[in-house]
């Protein structure tokens, strides 16, 4: 039995199989997601969900699924299945045996004496997904129709019936092309041998996603099934159906699949789990690479992108692809700030950290391969950018105070990585100093005169030391401040304060660093990661639920997030030493169970701030996988 495995209880029973996703990619942009029985419960969910440049800047889904009927002796057995109001239809989860990962997705079927195996692989360099079915079992001549459910509408959205839709389709090779709307792509579908296409075009009304509905939006669509694909089968045989931007030739099928499983990491242990999940947020497209924040449904974040980076390619020694997307993202620095969401014009600048934490970035970088002057090359310009537009003052009431600490914000806006914003404004504003950016601030400015000996950089970095004991520390409360804005100063217990621990250059004494470190351990610390607030606290929300404005309400007043563990691992161990490692160690072995669940084989955004900490948000996060591997560097290097 491989790693990761589900048995027919646990596949039948809708309750289990319905809460279990995977998600896979590619290098340019697309991917394919459902559930582990292939019963779409998001609009997010899709065979194919590609990148349309010409209409937008989003993805869009082309395929939405596929159902498949076993035919034999007259009977037919359909193995899809749908959810409907009331019901679910067909029901072809119930002759499922088992589902497997490795080494990629893997379902076998049982009917009667038919046994067929479906598997399914994303190519890497294009935009086409393929599935494989084999005949592993059958007493009698079989045949096998495909029907697929075709969408054409961007991810966010949904299709409802309409008399726009073009239903003529044209051939191909052993297959057929629809092309729903003419400002999208053709959608190429076609198969490894011989079929017959018979059109048969319908919308299929009122399909509904489960998890679209808890989460407060619409969950009805209607999708499209032009006709079917028929073909008989073999024992021992084994067919390719490929489902792509751009036509493929059938008499390749079967070598581009094996070509394409030869490229696979097992996922035969935890590790690998992590390795393979690591691989598919780079993003690699029109000359550019990204880190995509999380699926299924972010994009490239500039925050997420600084934090992710390190542990998604530094620990594996592709400093290549490191580099790749320290310089995609330095041609989009705009004065001293970063885009936080998009690029170009279309960009969002409302991040006072990104840029800070670009700095940090790229100490890992040096720290992981000991290549200073790479980063002195290419990158110095850049740095004393920041530090001159952060001196100077900048978008957003960002600016230098009198004594070296940065104050940022203004009504209305969320400018650190607590940014949840709903109908009453942002849920945690933060304005003033906040506690992580001067840590971060003071980070950068030790780490910029680590590179250049620029004295006065060296006593700017003196004084913002100073001013951040001075402002910040609490000795007898033991911690740090959240922020501070003016006299106030707002003593909630979030783990912001933990970077001015972690960081390569920390303003703090060691005792200061216990202290915190001890209060993070008893309030925030749970097995899937930091709560962003103290249970004690009168705000704290235990669970996320709920529509979107509730949701956002819990988004950082509880809820936990596993990325933190990674500062708090790194901040641990500096303290500790090797008589912290057994404790990392064991933090990181509480998430071994977490393959199995939710992301199948990945690690969530998010968990509940109460046990038993179940996993939300989205079902493969950048930042939580990232961080995950550089702990488990980190441990092996005590």
């Known amino acids: 039995m491989s790693y990761i495995h589900f048995d027919k209880s646990q596949l039948v029973n809708l309750n289990y199989s319905l809460d279990r996703e995977i998600i896979r990619t590619n290098r340019g942009g697309s991917y394919t997601s459902t559930t582990i029985i292939g019963c779409n419960t998001r609009k997010y969910h899709g065979l194919l969900v590609s990148p349309q440049p010409e209409i937008d800047s989003q993805l869009h889904v082309l395929l939405s699924s596929v159902h498949e009927t076993v035919i034999q002796r007259g009977a037919s057995f359909n193995l899809g299945i749908s959810k409907y109001p009331g019901n679910y239809s067909p029901r072809g989860h119930k002759y499922l045996e088992d589902f497997d990962t490795e080494p990629i997705p893997k379902l076998t079927y049982r009917v009667g004496g038919v046994v067929l195996q479906k598997e399914l692989i994303l190519d890497t360099n294009r935009d086409r997904v393929m599935i494989k079915y084999t005949l592993l079992e059958a007493h009698s001549p079989t045949k096998i129709k495909i029907s697929p459910f075709l969408a054409f509408r961007g991810y966010h959205d949904l299709s409802k019936a309409n008399d726009r839709i073009n239903k003529n389709f044209t051939k191909a090779p052993n297959g057929a092309v629809f092309q729903l709307y003419p400002e999208y792509t053709p959608l190429y579908l076609q198969l490894s041998k011989k079929n017959t296409f018979h059109a048969d075009p319908n919308w299929y009304y009122n399909i509904e996603y489960i998890q679209e509905r808890e989460r407060g939006y619409d969950y009805q669509e209607d999708l499209f099934v032009p006709g079917y694909f028929e073909f008989d089968i073999e024992k021992g045989e084994s067919v390719i159906f490929s489902a792509g931007l751009t036509e493929a030739d059938p008499s390749t099928r079967q070598r581009a699949f094996e070509k394409e499983l030869a490229r696979r990491i097992p996922r035969s242990n935890f590790e690998n789990c992590l390795l393979n999940s690591a691989g598919q947020f780079i993003q690699k497209r029109d000359g550019k690479t990204h880190v995509i924040a999380g699926y299924p449904w972010f994009g490239w974040w500039g925050r997420d992108t600084f934090i992710a980076s390190p542990g998604l390619t530094l620990p594996q020694g592709d400093y290549d692809t490191f580099l790749e997307i320290m310089d995609t993202m330095a041609s989009d620095l705009h004065g001293p700030l970063f885009p936080n969401v998009g690029s170009g014009v279309m960009r969002n600048m409302n991040s006072i950290d990104a840029p800070l934490w670009f700095f940090w970035s790229l100490q890992q970088y040096i720290k992981f391969s000991g290549n200073i002057k790479t980063v002195k090359k290419k990158y110095l310009p850049k740095l004393e950018a920041i530090i001159s537009g952060f001196k100077q003052g900048t978008d957003n009431n960002i600016h230098m105070q009198d004594n070296g600490l940065i104050y940022g914000g203004v009504e209305g806006v969320a400018l650190t990585w607590m940014d949840a914003v709903n109908s009453d404004g942002p849920v945690t504003p933060r304005i003033g100093c906040a506690v992580e950016i001067n840590a971060l601030w003071y980070n950068a400015l030790s780490f910029y005169f680590e590179l250049t000996g620029d004295e006065e950089v060296k006593h700017l970095a003196e004084k913002v030391k100073d001013a951040f004991n001075q402002t910040f520390w609490d000795k007898k409360k033991g911690y740090l401040a959240d922020v501070v804005q003016g006299d106030y100063k707002d003593w909630s217990i979030r783990p912001n304060m933990l970077f001015a621990v972690s960081l390569p250059y920390s303003p703090l004494e060691e005792s200061q660093m216990d202290?915190?470190?001890?209060?993070?351990?008893?309030?925030?610390?749970?097995?899937?990661?930091?709560?962003?607030?103290?249970?004690?606290?009168?705000?704290?929300?235990?669970?996320?639920?709920?529509?979107?404005?509730?949701?956002?309400?819990?988004?950082?007043?509880?809820?936990?997030?596993?990325?933190?563990?990674?500062?708090?691992?790194?901040?641990?161990?500096?303290?500790?030493?090797?008589?912290?490692?057994?404790?990392?160690?064991?933090?990181?072995?509480?998430?071994?169970?977490?393959?199995?669940?939710?992301?199948?084989?990945?690690?969530?955004?998010?968990?509940?701030?109460?046990?038993?900490?179940?996993?939300?948000?989205?079902?493969?996060?950048?930042?939580?996988?990232?961080?995950?591997?550089?702990?488990?560097?980190?441990?092996?290097?005590?």
């Not at 996060?621 to 092996?636: D, N």
């Open 515 to 638: 202290s915190i470190l001890e209060i993070i351990k008893s309030k925030l610390l749970t097995p899937r990661g930091l709560r962003t607030l103290s249970p004690e606290d009168p705000g704290y929300k235990g669970y996320y639920f709920g529509d979107q404005y509730v949701r956002d309400r819990a988004y950082h007043n509880g809820t936990v997030w596993p990325w933190l563990l990674g500062s708090f691992a790194e901040g641990y161990l500096k303290l500790h030493g090797k008589s912290g490692k057994h404790f990392i160690e064991k933090i990181i072995k509480e998430f071994d169970s977490v393959m199995t669940q939710y992301g199948v084989g990945t690690v969530a955004e998010i968990y509940d701030g109460d046990p038993p900490h179940r996993p939300k948000g989205s079902i493969s996060q950048a930042w939580s996988v990232g961080e995950l591997l550089r702990m488990m560097y980190l441990v092996k290097q005590v």
